[in-house]
């Protein structure tokens, strides 16, 4: 397609994506479990549209011009920080995203590792998990780095740490854990991996990606969460997204640092060209506004009551699916998923998960395939209350009818 000759009308143009955006997943209708997390209420969507349109145009790349961007930026990390128990020591900034924060992370680590260590960074590898999210793998491509994956344990789906200890070198430049996985929504035994790194004076991340805004909140209600956060001295970086469960629109995380000068190694500094200084503190040069204006502006209405409150019936709903998955006879919730993130795999060879997929797909539910072995993925949102019951009565049908699988294969994207 190319650019029309003469412009179309309002109408044409909208009509058109409309029509297009018909095909797309129904997440506004609670049958989406992953990329987006709907609250369902319309005083957090109206906000968050007002707080986008606010800050349509303005360009976060120039704090100077945009002094209320950069304020605002630096009260989410504060927030976010806050909630993770970072210390007076320590700092961050915001990213696009989970897979920029972590690659912001990886980058000061490897330097630092040069710095402190003498490791080059061609020589350096990076330590995690095989349940990591697929960003570490990335982090290590694009900054030379060799990636270490190390097979979880089978029986519960965490980091296996003495295979983790095995795993790592003198040439070792970080090690991570999930806080919780994307995979299984397990925490992996974050004090002990942490300790490993520790004792060696490596870096640890702990991915906090998706768990950042639901742990310190189920911390605040009593469960019983393991030590994950900067309050074990072996954590020296930490992501936590704005956009999943901070309940922001798209493109915001925070990374998190320990100390506060290690946000030095992730600024990029120019100057030897003739518009003069060049200075950015992640990948993107001009950088959109809205997703800032909306973060701070849901972290400020939501507040740590309004995060409780949604923790709250968002842990109802998760149990109540969790129970019916249960209740369902040869299906199986895989490993101790701590938050609001499922997966179900099946003990009888007569039920086929991915074929169960299927048919729920058909119903216009979209779950995700999980490998290793074959199981269902589900994160669920606060909007998924509405729809728990309708959701489970056809799952039950489709573990009752379901035939052969049509080969749709596992995909994350
Ligand atoms: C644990 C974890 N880490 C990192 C990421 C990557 O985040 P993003 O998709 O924002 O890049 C995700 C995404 O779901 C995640 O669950």
Request: aromatic share 8%.
């Amino acid at each position: 397609m190319t650019l029309p000759e003469q412009g179309r009308s309002r109408d044409d143009v909208f009509g058109q994506m409309r029509e297009r955006k018909a095909a797309d997943a129904k997440w506004d209708q609670g049958k989406t479990f992953s990329l987006i997390y709907p609250t369902g209420r319309d005083d957090v969507d109206e906000l968050l549209m007002d707080a986008n349109a606010l800050y349509l145009y303005e360009n976060a790349l120039n704090p100077i011009r945009f002094p209320s961007l950069q304020q605002m930026e630096s009260e989410i990390v504060a927030a976010a920080g806050g909630l993770l128990n970072l210390p007076p020591t320590g700092g961050g900034t915001l990213s696009s995203g989970g897979s920029e924060s972590i690659l912001m992370s990886v980058l000061v680590n490897r330097d630092r590792a040069k710095a402190e260590r003498g490791i080059e960074p061609g020589k350096g590898n990076i330590v995690y998990p095989t349940s990591a999210h697929a960003a570490f793998a990335k982090a290590a491509h694009y900054l030379e780095l060799e990636a270490r994956p190390v097979p979880i344990r089978t029986d519960d789906f965490t980091a296996d740490v003495d295979a983790m200890a095995d795993a790592i070198d003198d040439n070792t430049v970080l090690v991570m854990g999930s806080a919780y996985g994307y995979p299984h929504g397990v925490m992996d035994p974050i004090e002990d991996l942490s300790n490993l790194a520790l004792e060696r004076n490596i870096g640890f991340h702990t991915d906090t990606c998706v768990g950042g805004f639901v742990l310190p909140f189920l911390e605040q209600l009593g469960y019983d969460v393991p030590p994950y956060d900067f309050r074990l001295p072996g954590v020296t970086n930490m992501s936590s997204d704005v956009h999943k469960y901070g309940y922001t629109t798209k493109g915001v995380s925070v990374i998190l640092h320990r100390q506060t000068e290690w946000i030095g190694n992730q600024y990029f500094l120019y100057s030897d060209w003739p518009s003069g200084i060049y200075g950015t503190p992640t990948v993107a040069g001009a950088r959109p506004a809205a997703p800032i204006a909306a973060a701070w502006a849901i972290t400020q209405y939501l507040g740590n009551e309004g995060y409780l409150e949604l923790m709250r019936s968002l842990m109802a709903t998760t149990d109540k699916i969790r129970a019916g998955i249960e209740a369902i006879e040869g299906l199986e919730i895989m490993g101790n998923p701590i938050g609001p993130l499922l997966t179900f795999t099946s003990t009888t060879d007569a039920i086929d998960t991915y074929a169960v997929c299927d048919l729920m797909d058909d119903k216009g539910w979209n779950l995700d395939r999980n490998t290793d072995p074959n199981g269902l993925h589900m994160m669920i949102s606060p909007l998924h209350e509405r729809v728990a019951d309708e959701f489970l009565a056809d799952l039950r049908w489709a573990v009752d009818n379901h035939g052969e699988s049509r080969g749709v294969e596992a995909r994350y994207n």
